[in-house]
């Protein structure tokens, strides 16, 4: 019966992709940005100046549900670059281990091209740097060259921000004069430079290209240009509609965000340990800070994509913009990331395939002509082809090898620890063909977030492998979000589904901001429902069953039962 309701759309792909990647091979830029949730125009985002990513997305599919694997930037950058899930890579925080060495070595999205005969480029913070990723960004299994990272970036934590007492400090909030700078630039700034340099010398190259991107910003510190400030009035920031936390809120899933604690701007504010809240002020120059640094980004990748232009790889490129996950800005009385809130989990992504996503508006030189955002500010374009199923980073790696004309990665078994070339997302080539066709409301997104304690602790927000004792495994469909908070055993790497410690459910179409826990009250034959069906096709992770079961044995639980609340 599946193979049935698959042929028609399998058919589509075969026939579009004939004219598509029958043509000489198709480079790739693959561009991400760290910390950067949905805050763009192309996502509506009626504030947020963001005009050459607008751009990019008006000839792109955009994704308007996209959703990351767990919103810490090791785990889940593993996660989209090996197709993984966190428990496959067994990777769960930035500092733990080599994942090649203790969970498999699989191969990864670039690893891919490159035994295709690509040459596999990577600039700025693709991998997680560290331990995590070996110390040296997976060369050389991932790259063809050992990885560039920006001179720059060695004084992101230093003492460079200058406070009102004229003195220099390692702030949160960091606009600054970047002649005063060390090196008199910055990260971000380096990284279009030298990625502008290699697609120069790509061009005259007889193998095509993967040329990975990493920006680091809007990641904390928003040691950004501080002219990007201007763009945002102070006077017209404004607090997110739910900046409380949610009464109904397990303790266990909350994010007492002590990362931006230790900045020294932030310690000066004297805020208490681990609700706050953050003055009201300082809340809004944080929002005004982050939204600068968006447009920051938005800057260097209008710069970038126009040196696309200019070397005349525009029609020949497939181009990817997304993010390792999003950033709390006061919703739930959150900041940052930590979290299986959409905010942190839920990013942008979009995609561009010349001749395909952009056949109506054209390729050429002026492809992707750069937009001065102080020039015109108030520059809007309109989406290319929006996709609004649900869809995961682990499906970028078959998605864009198949769009690419490469064979996608077949699906992992069970186990698949000892298979070095599989894949654990779904190949979403057909969302290219007709996207509005395929709005699939059984499409789920997983995602999964660990925690030391029941209760918010200093290490909450990153705890070490070691500390892990719960883990909050999260559903997210078109209708709900659905996480279960279980035991964890870290010597074994043992979640223990039956040991529940707090559950959350929110309905979307009433509580799209998930600020109402319904656990206990109604939903739960949809959730039974569409998680059975998705578990007779085999897509969903291991877990997902015995969740499936938790919540047929619980639904007639009441919330007012679980004490767990923090109010």
Same mark, same amino acid.
């Given at each position: 019966m599946l193979l049935k309701m698959m042929l028609p759309r399998l058919f589509v792909i075969c026939i579009s992709l004939l004219e598509v990647v029958g043509r000489d091979t198709f480079n790739v830029l693959y561009i991400m940005a760290d910390d950067l949730r949905p805050s763009?125009? @192309?996502?509506?985002?009626?504030?947020?100046?963001?005009?050459?990513?607008?751009?990019?997305?008006?000839? %792109?599919?955009?994704?308007?549900?996209?959703?990351?694997?767990?919103?810490?930037?090791?785990?889940?950058?593993?996660?989209?670059?090996?197709?993984?899930?966190?428990?496959?890579?067994?990777?769960?925080?930035?500092?733990?281990?080599?994942?090649? =060495?203790?969970?498999?070595?699989?191969?990864?999205?670039?690893?891919?091209?490159?035994?295709?005969?690509?040459?596999?480029?990577?600039?700025?913070?693709?991998?997680?740097?560290?331990?995590?990723?070996?110390?040296?960004?997976?060369?050389?299994? %991932?790259?063809?060259?050992?990885?560039?990272?920006?001179?720059?970036?060695?004084?992101?934590?230093?003492?460079? @921000?200058?406070?009102?007492?004229?003195?220099?400090?390692?702030?949160?909030?960091?606009?600054?004069?970047?002649?005063?700078?060390?090196?008199?630039?910055?990260?971000?700034?380096?990284?279009?430079?030298?990625?502008?340099?290699?697609?120069?010398?790509?061009?005259?190259?007889?193998?095509?290209?993967?040329?990975? =991107?990493?920006?680091?910003?809007?990641?904390?510190?928003?040691?950004?240009?501080?002219?990007?400030? +201007?763009?945002?009035?102070?006077?017209?920031?404004?607090?997110?509609?739910?900046?409380?936390?949610?009464?109904?809120?397990?303790?266990?899933?909350?994010?007492?965000?002590?990362?931006?604690? /230790?900045?020294?701007? =932030?310690?000066?504010?004297?805020?208490?340990?681990?609700?706050?809240?953050?003055?009201?002020?300082?809340?809004?120059?944080?929002?005004?800070?982050?939204? /600068?640094? =968006?447009?920051?980004?938005?800057?260097?990748?209008?710069?970038?994509?126009?040196?696309?232009?200019?070397?005349?790889?525009?029609?020949?490129?497939?181009?990817?913009?997304?993010?390792?996950?999003?950033?709390?800005?006061?919703?739930?009385?959150?900041?940052? +990331?930590?979290?299986?809130?959409d905010v942190a989990t839920r990013v942008p992504l979009m995609v561009f395939v010349p001749g395909l996503t952009s056949a109506s508006q054209g390729v050429g030189e002026n492809t992707f002509p750069y937009v001065d955002v102080f020039q015109e500010p108030n520059k809007r374009f309109t989406s290319g082809q929006v996709v609004k199923s649900v869809v995961e980073l682990v499906d970028l790696f078959?998605?864009?090898?198949?769009?690419?004309?490469?064979?996608?990665?077949?699906?992992?078994?069970?186990?698949?620890?000892?298979?070095?070339? @599989?894949?654990?997302g779904e190949n979403r080539a057909y969302t290219f063909f007709r996207p509005e066709t395929y709005i699939s409301e059984e499409e789920m997104a997983f995602s999964q977030c660990p925690r030391p304690a029941d209760t918010p602790q200093l290490n909450s927000d990153q705890p070490h492998f070691k500390d892990v004792r719960v883990l909050g495994y999260s559903v997210r469909s078109s209708q709900y979000r659905y996480t279960l908070w279980v035991g964890f055993q870290p010597e074994s790497f043992y979640a223990n589904l039956s040991d529940v410690h707090a559950s959350e459910l929110y309905l979307l179409a009433d509580d799209p901001g998930q600020d109402h826990n319904l656990y206990g009250f109604k939903g739960y034959e949809l959730l039974s429902h569409s998680l059975g069906k998705l578990s007779s096709t085999g897509t969903m992770p291991r877990w997902t069953e015995v969740l499936r079961k938790h919540i047929s044995q619980i639904s007639h639980k009441s919330l007012n039962s679980d004490s767990r609340g923090i109010f």
């Open positions: 763009l125009g @192309c996502y509506s985002d009626p504030l947020v100046k963001s005009p050459n990513i607008d751009q990019l997305a008006s000839k %792109s599919n955009l994704f308007s549900n996209a959703y990351a694997q767990q919103a810490l930037c090791g785990p889940s950058r593993t996660s989209m670059l090996t197709s993984r899930r966190p428990d496959t890579t067994k990777l769960y925080d930035n500092s733990n281990f080599y994942w090649r =060495v203790h969970a498999g070595n699989y191969t990864t999205f670039p690893q891919y091209f490159k035994s295709h005969g690509y040459t596999t480029l990577s600039v700025g913070k693709i991998f997680h740097p560290g331990i995590v990723s070996n110390h040296t960004d997976d060369y050389p299994y %991932s790259w063809s060259v050992p990885s560039y990272h920006p001179p720059s970036f060695h004084y992101e934590r230093r003492k460079v @921000c200058k406070g009102t007492d004229g003195k220099l400090h390692e702030n949160l909030l960091c606009a600054v004069n970047v002649t005063e700078m060390p090196l008199g630039t910055l990260p971000d700034i380096e990284n279009t430079e030298e990625a502008i340099r290699l697609l120069k010398s790509m061009k005259k190259s007889k193998s095509p290209f993967f040329l990975a =991107v990493g920006y680091y910003k809007p990641h904390i510190p928003f040691r950004i240009p501080q002219e990007f400030l +201007k763009l945002y009035p102070f006077e017209k920031m404004s607090l997110p509609p739910d900046p409380d936390v949610p009464k109904g809120l397990p303790r266990v899933a909350y994010n007492p965000w002590t990362d931006i604690r /230790a900045r020294e701007d =932030v310690k000066a504010q004297n805020i208490s340990f681990p609700y706050g809240p953050i003055p009201k002020d300082f809340q809004l120059q944080i929002r005004q800070h982050y939204f /600068a640094s =968006v447009s920051y980004v938005d800057a260097q990748v209008g710069k970038l994509l126009n040196a696309l232009d200019e070397h005349g790889l525009a029609e020949n490129t497939i181009v990817v913009f997304t993010s390792d996950h999003g950033w709390s800005l006061g919703e739930h009385g959150e900041w940052a +990331k930590y979290s299986n809130f078959p998605t864009i090898s198949h769009l690419a004309g490469l064979h996608a990665p077949h699906k992992c078994p069970q186990p698949a620890n000892h298979v070095h070339l @599989c894949t654990e």
